[in-house]
């Protein structure tokens, strides 16, 4: 990742490697909303961070909900690389590294969760969730209305309706695999930066010291998808950024080295699930961006 360093909206127990620009440790102190007591079985954050905005790798005692409002994370967690737009959000589950990049300027809306109010439909791995309109409002009355004590009355109730809507939302995750090997590394690496990039596999190969045959076989290990489809998935994703941020789907599948806007929305769908257009809007009907599942690696790896 490249960009700038910014530390993360934390609340206690924040274990970070990060250190901001000027060289000061994370700042614990809440943006948006009330500071909780550490007590408290939800805290609620808020933060905007610029494009290109980057929070290192980190993590917190408490299993966290990570949503922006506005604008794309890019959030790399348990061997995987995550694309999250404002329809979607990523639960992590306690003690898991994490680390994020802004992809356009981002509006992110967080809580975090003590042990004994997880809900036990959660998994314990990074699950991306299709956010509903109703958690979307849940979040943002709970940042604006947040009290210090959460024991009881009101802010206890909302809390527990919120919970309850995590539990309920529909899986959708919207990730990459990454290699452990450097060469396929390097190789995923430069499709990443480049996502438009029309070379072959043999030329990737050569970049990366390798034949053709051990990158295909390394992806197939490593990727649990051809070369060739994790490469689809990663121009797809890809576009979702520039989608949310407002491009059309020709000037999309021009940047991404597709033959014709057709064939880019195509291959979208198929990915996806849906058409490119239901990313366009911010405020677009979580249900019509739903989607199918990206194949990820195993589930049970922790970054």
Request: proline share 9%; charged share 20%.
């Amino acid at each position: 990742m490249s960009g700038t360093s910014i530390a993360p909206a934390a609340p206690p127990g924040t274990s970070s490697s990060l250190v901001s620009a000027r060289g000061r440790p994370p700042d614990d102190r809440p943006v948006f909303g009330p500071a909780s007591q550490p007590s408290s079985k939800v805290i609620c954050l808020g933060r905007d961070y610029p494009d290109g905005g980057i929070v290192g790798p980190h993590c917190h005692a408490r299993a966290q909900l990570i949503y922006a409002m506005a604008g794309v994370m890019e959030i790399r967690a348990a061997g995987s690389l995550w694309i999250v737009p404002p329809q979607r959000a990523l639960w992590v589950s306690a003690g898991v590294e994490h680390a994020m990049r802004a992809r356009g300027a981002v509006s992110l809306r967080t809580f975090y969760v003590a042990d004994h109010a997880v809900p036990a439909d959660l998994p314990n791995v990074p699950t991306g969730l299709a956010v509903t309109p109703l958690l979307r409002e849940l979040i943002l009355r709970a940042i604006r209305d947040g009290r210090a004590d959460d024991r009881g009355g009101r802010q206890g109730r909302l809390f527990d309706v919120l919970l309850d809507e995590v539990a309920a939302l529909p899986r959708c995750p919207f990730c990459l695999a990454m290699p452990d090997d450097p060469r396929l590394r390097r190789v995923c690496d430069a499709i990443l930066a480049r996502p438009g990039d029309r070379r072959d596999m043999a030329a990737f190969a050569r970049d990366a010291g390798a034949s053709p045959r051990t990158l295909a076989r390394l992806a197939e290990r490593e990727l649990m998808v051809p070369f060739s489809v994790w490469r689809q998935q990663a121009r797809v994703l890809a576009a979702l950024p520039m989608l949310v941020g407002g491009g059309s789907v020709a000037e999309t599948a021009a940047a991404l080295g597709y033959e014709t806007p057709s064939a880019f929305a195509a291959m979208f769908r198929r990915i996806i699930g849906a058409a490119p257009a239901a990313y366009r809007t911010q405020g677009a009907d979580p249900a019509a961006a739903f989607g199918r599942a990206v194949p990820t690696r195993k589930a049970s790896r922790s970054g």
